[in-house]
């Protein structure tokens, strides 16, 4: 079975630009969580979907950031325009919360803005 | 709100031996989860093992074990038989299971398995 699937793997970007992060949820799972880690502040949520509805958004940092579920099999998180400090590795997870809760996290996306 | 404690920023363990990772817990929910995950050099997040509140048994998979103690609320990671390729660092997390899914992770713990 294919795992939860993220791109791009690896991006370099300059200050001011538009990053767009893709996740894509293991078939069937109901809830979606965007994380973002750095050595300083370690694992954070940023937002939590269920059945693509928003539920907790409290983790994003500020305005420059946008999470959408347009639909149960596609998420993506936007940072409009993106700084230096939001260099960081950003992971998707997805879980099933009708069946053990397990959340299974996708490779990651390795962020860099110059 | 829950809460998850990983006192041991880094451990050393010797190939072949058995170590200890220890997590701690904090939740008013009846129902909930305990997951451990590794993550090595890599980056990926890798699950490892997942124990249920209400399971009667410590959960095992492989030469993992979760030594679950309720009443202490603690859910340390046993790994047996170290191998070189276990270096990496290991997260403890929860989720409740009766209600809110966020679930909420420690800071984790390096663990270094020497030759």
Known sequence: DAGVIQSPRHEVTEMGQEVTLRCKPISGHNSLFWYRQTMMRGLELLIYFNNNVPIDDSGMPEDRFSAKMPNASFSTLKIQPSEPRDSAVYFCASSDSNSGNTIYFGEGSWLTVV | ???????????????????????????????????????????????????????????????????????????????????????????????????????????GTSLIVHP
């Open chain 2, 1 to 107: 709100a829950q809460k998850i404690t990983q006192t041991q920023p880094g451990m050393f363990v010797q190939e072949k031996e058995a170590v200890t990772l220890d997590c701690t817990y904090d939740t008013s929910d009846p129902s909930y989860g305990l997951f451990w995950y590794k993550q090595p050099s890599s980056g990926e997040m890798i699950f490892l093992i997942y124990q249920g509140s209400y399971d009667q048994q410590n959960a095992t998979e492989g030469r993992y074990s979760l030594n679950f103690q309720k009443a202490r609320k603690s859910a340390n990671l046993v790994i047996s038989a170290s191998q070189l390729g276990d270096s990496a660092m290991y997260f403890c997390a929860m989720t409740s299971t009766g209600g809110s899914y966020i679930p909420t992770f420690g800071r």
